[in-house]
């Protein structure tokens, strides 16, 4: 199970870290991303990391100010969100699948384990 927190309120321009841990198993050969869906959208692409190497991806929007970092002992995977703009205001989802290429990474098809929604709004 995946365990999503660090959703809140915060003001353009503020900061949120975003949570991710994995209960009960660990991440080892997992690629690890977040989504975010806005209401009556679609559900985007935002960051992925590949849990073994550490390699990251960056939806373009979110690329220099979203940091995605890993904390093994912890096994938890972490999305740092700067800069924070209020079309950054949606619910985002950590998703996780060990079957994961990178033409697939940003497709949320490709992801057979999901967390629970956390809400981000940002405000003016």
């Known amino acids: 199970q995946l365990q999503a927190s660090g959703g809140g309120l915060v003001q353009a321009g503020g900061s949120l870290r975003l949570s991710c841990a994995a209960s009960?198993?660990?991440?080892?050969?997992?690629?690890v991303s977040w989504f975010r869906q806005a209401p009556g959208k679609e559900r985007d692409f935002v960051a992925g990391?590949?849990?073994?190497?550490?390699?990251?991806y960056y939806e373009d929007s979110v690329r220099g100010r979203f940091t995605l970092s890993r904390d093994i002992a912890k096994n938890t995977i972490y999305l740092q969100m700067d800069s924070l703009k209020l079309e950054d205001t949606a619910a985002y989802y950590c998703?996780?699948?060990?079957?994961?290429?990178?033409?697939?990474?940003?497709?949320?098809?490709?992801?057979?384990?999901w967390g629970q929604g956390t809400q981000v709004t940002v405000s003016s």
């Open positions: 998703a996780a699948s060990s079957r994961i290429i990178t033409s697939t990474i940003r497709v949320p098809s490709s992801y057979a384990y």
């Open positions: 009960g198993s660990t991440f080892s050969g997992y690629a």
């Open positions: 990391i590949r849990w073994n190497g550490g390699h990251t």
